[in-house]
């Protein structure tokens, strides 16, 4: 089974190298095997001659889009997607919050065939980490808001570590530019009737002085997302 792991990046030239290093021999389940598809949404430092690079000397499962202008995390994972070859999509940020080390846990609930999103959740473990009060408070009820909007009972909705088999977006068109990617995969997850199973995984947030891009106005523009996702399916019930 083919997982392909998207890693979408807008200058990051510190810490893209390393994620890589560590997703390129990061552990998979058994009988699974990963490719890299490296996404630049426009960067301006030396982000895209590290992934170049790395593509360079692992072209055999990696490869890179590179993006006219920063057109938004959502316009990039569009892009990986529409060149991924995996049975299973995997979101990696680029910013080392994330760590390679937990593909085994969020990958190995699919051996249930009947598994079709894992997201990795910060708060079901013990060593979760918080910086920014307003974020944890923002991230728990934007969680909740989802609940109350789909019947769900997932804990953390804006991670950035989520995973789906790509057969779930069958017939489903993305159309977030930005951040609010997220959200809207999410939403259109659940609105198709899949259960989003969590696993804990490790989270090492970064400050907004180390490159951190989320802002709060991404949360408001996320309860958003949900709504109007939630609200188109109430219509095509009618």
Not at 61 to 67: D, F, H, N, S, V
Not at 77 to 90: K, T, Y
Not at 104 to 132: H, K
């Amino acid at each position: 089974m083919l997982v392909s792991i998207i890693v979408p990046f807008h200058d990051e030239e510190r810490t893209l190298p390393v994620l890589l290093e560590r997703a390129n021999v990061a552990a998979m389940p058994p009988g699974m095997e990963s490719e890299l598809v490296l996404v630049d949404d426009g960067s301006g430092d030396g982000s895209n001659a590290a992934a170049a690079s790395f593509v360079a000397r692992h072209c055999e499962r990696a490869k890179l889009i590179t993006l006219a202008g920063n057109r938004g995390k959502g316009a990039a994972m569009r892009a990986g997607l529409a060149e991924a070859r995996g049975e299973i999509v995997l979101v990696q940020d680029a910013d080392l919050e994330w760590d390679p080390a937990d593909y085994m846990r969020l990958l190995a609930p699919y051996a249930d065939p009947d598994v079709f999103a894992v997201f990795g959740s910060r708060l079901l473990g013990s060593d979760a980490i918080c910086i920014y009060r307003h974020y944890y408070v923002g991230g728990r009820m934007l969680s909740a808001f989802t609940n109350l909007l789909f019947g769900s009972r997932i804990t953390d909705e804006p991670t950035g570590f989520k995973s789906f088999r790509r057969a779930a977006l069958d017939g489903v068109t993305l159309t977030a530019d930005g951040f609010d990617f997220d959200p809207e995969l999410t939403g259109r997850l659940l609105q198709a009737g899949y259960t989003i199973h969590e696993v804990p995984v490790h989270y090492v947030p970064r400050t907004f002085r180390e490159g951190k891009k989320v802002r709060a106005r991404d949360g408001l523009r996320a309860l958003w997302v949900l709504l109007r996702i939630r609200l188109e399916g109430r219509r095509r019930r009618a």
